[in-house]
């Protein structure tokens, strides 16, 4: 099983669709978790990072569960410029280094 | 405040030549790191550091070389390039932590002929 899988893609949605991209690991011990998003040609960034509880900027909801090892992105109102890669990114304590998927292609459409 | 910056963006070489990507970041980020992204394979972590110094071998480290003698700089060296290793690569940093995240250069697109 590989540390960081997420859906294949491309996913292709009309402007102003939701749509979810979902992520496990296979780390237990994992402990910092984030989404970042890379433009065709372009270094990834991050998007934002998941907390345990949950957490929510804009349009752009992530979630944790822990105990099922898996971690979710959802974007509502999809636009235009969302049109890119996202990348699921899990991390272990300190020094570690970060895990990443290889990501999920997201295509929005008028 | 540059963040990451990397050189060069392009470069051709031919099998056997050497070259170093160079890597420099100003935030006094203590780990440091150099990634290959290959068409479905994501992000690749070839060798990393923790600080001046120290430094560790990632998932696929087999013909680069690294070294980290200051905390702003981090360059990848390949002693003898190979087709194999035509790929964009990507340095990043970031401040040690759980939850630190990672602040990428803007990459280097390598052709091995």
């Known amino acids: 099983r590989k540390e960081v899988e997420q859906d294949p893609g491309p996913f292709n949605v009309p402007e102003g669709a939701t749509v979810a991209f979902n992520c496990t690991y296979s780390n237990s011990a994992s402990q910092s978790f984030f989404w970042y998003r890379q433009d065709c040609r372009k270094e990834p960034k991050l998007l934002m990072s998941?907390?345990?509880s949950g957490n929510e900027d804009g349009r752009f909801t992530a979630q944790l569960n822990r105990a099922s090892q898996y971690i979710s992105l959802l974007i509502r109102d999809s636009k235009l410029s969302d049109s890119a890669t996202y990348l699921c990114?899990?991390?272990?304590?300190?020094?570690?280094?970060?895990?990443f998927g290889k990501g999920t292609m997201l295509l929005v459409s008028p | 405040n540059a963040g990451v910056t990397q050189t060069p963006k392009f470069q051709v070489l031919k099998t056997g030549q050497s070259m170093t990507l160079q890597c420099a970041q100003d935030m006094n980020h203590e780990y440091m790191s150099w990634y290959r992204q290959d068409p479905g394979m994501g992000l690749r972590l070839i060798h990393y550091s923790v600080g001046a110094g120290i430094t560790d071998q990632g998932e696929v480290p087999n013909g680069y070389n690294v070294s980290r003698s200051t905390t702003e700089d981090f360059p990848l060296r390949l002693l003898s390039a190979a087709p194999s290793q035509t790929s964009v690569y990507f340095c990043a940093s970031r401040q040690q932590g759980v939850g630190e995240k990672l602040f990428f250069g803007s990459g280097t697109q390598l052709s091995v002929l």
């Open positions: 998941v907390y345990s």
């Open positions: 990114v899990v991390g272990s304590s300190g020094y570690s280094t970060l895990t």
